[in-house]
């Protein structure tokens, strides 16, 4: 399934981040950081499900909204760190 090949990638590259900024950022920044990166790879797993089986209520525009502004705040606090 693909879906779940692209959690575990996702699961996988937080924890590299996690492990590799744990050192020079505070551990609650680093807590939001994998929260965030989490829910961009839930947000992009919807979006690819939405897409491949058909979207009637038009919710790929709210989650491609939503996850911009995920990757936007991941961008933030990874510059933060």
Do not use: F, N, Y
């Amino acid at each position: 399934m693909a879906w779940q090949q692209h959690l575990a990638k996702g699961m996988e590259r937080g924890k590299a981040q996690s492990d590799r900024g744990a050192a020079k950022s505070e551990p609650g920044r680093v807590r939001i950081l994998d929260w965030v990166e989490s829910q961009t790879c839930v947000t992009r797993i919807w979006l690819d499900e939405l897409i491949a089986k058909g979207d009637p209520d038009d919710l790929v525009s709210e989650l491609h909204k939503q996850a911009a502004w995920l990757e936007l705040m991941r961008d933030r606090l990874k510059q933060a760190s």
